[in-house]
């Protein structure tokens, strides 16, 4: 299995623009994760899904953030309009149920400018 | 929603000798997972241990749980150079709070 796959890796944005992250999850899993990475603030979970529902969105910072899973093998975290606050590594995390173990990909590292 | 807190934030130690790593959290928890990052890696998961388990092991890694006391312990015997990382407990907790992370623990094993 290829595990998560994220894309893009690095992501270099102009504030005010809409940036788009890419997250393919391990096939058979249910669970996917979302998590915001800073020095400042650790790791923050946005929103998970189970089953491509989105159960908890409690994390999302505002309204600029939206997420979405349209099928099972993949999902979006949207930001729109980008600041340069958001700068950040975003990590998608996915599992076969929310009670085990999680898999993690690469992360998206993103700049605003 | 529920979130850990890891103790220490840092640690150095030298090689050969062990680690030591806590993790407390305030509320009731269904399991307690600890995460393993390399510098500008994505995480990987070590070891989960239920609620109802009291201590667990793999490899070089014993993991121990206190629900009385909210606590965990993680223990890596006989570091390596290569156990060079940052730490984080997770869990889940009650109702529909998804996995959540603490700050992590950045472990320096020097050679």
């Known amino acids: 299995d290829a595990g998560v796959i994220q894309s893009p890796r690095h992501e270099v944005t102009e504030m005010g623009q809409e940036v788009t992250l890419r997250c393919k999850p391990i096939?058979?899993?249910?669970?996917l994760f979302w998590y915001r990475q800073t020095m400042m603030r650790g790791l923050e979970l946005l929103i998970y899904?189970?089953?491509?529902?989105?159960?908890?969105d409690s994390g999302m910072p505002e309204d600029r953030f939206s997420a979405k899973m349209p099928n099972a093998s993949f999902s979006t975290l949207k930001i729109q309009p980008s600041e340069p606050r958001d700068s950040a590594v975003y990590f998608c995390?996915?599992?076969?149920?929310?009670?085990?173990?999680?898999?993690f990909g690469q992360g998206t590292r993103l700049t605003v400018v | 929603s529920q979130q850990g807190e890891e103790d220490p934030q840092a640690l150095s130690i030298q090689e050969g000798e062990n680690a030591t790593m806590n993790c407390s959290y305030k509320?009731?928890?269904?399991?307690l997972q600890w995460y393993r990052q390399n510098s500008g890696r994505g995480l990987v998961h070590l070891i989960l241990?239920?609620?109802?388990?009291r201590e667990k092991h793999s490899g070089r890694l014993r993991v121990t749980l206190d629900t009385s006391k909210k606590s965990s312990s993680l223990l890596i015997t006989a570091s390596r150079a290569a156990d060079t990382a940052s730490y984080f407990c997770?869990?889940?907790?009650?109702?529909?709070?998804?996995?959540?992370f603490g700050k992590g623990t950045h472990l320096i094993i020097q050679p």
């Open positions: 995390a996915s599992s076969r149920g929310v009670n085990t173990e999680a898999f």
């Open positions: 096939s058979g899993h249910n669970s």
């Open positions: 899904f189970n089953n491509n529902v989105p159960i908890d």
């Open positions: 509320t009731s928890i269904n399991n």
């Open positions: 241990i239920r609620s109802n388990e």
């Open positions: 997770a869990m889940i907790g009650g109702g529909a709070d998804g996995l959540t």
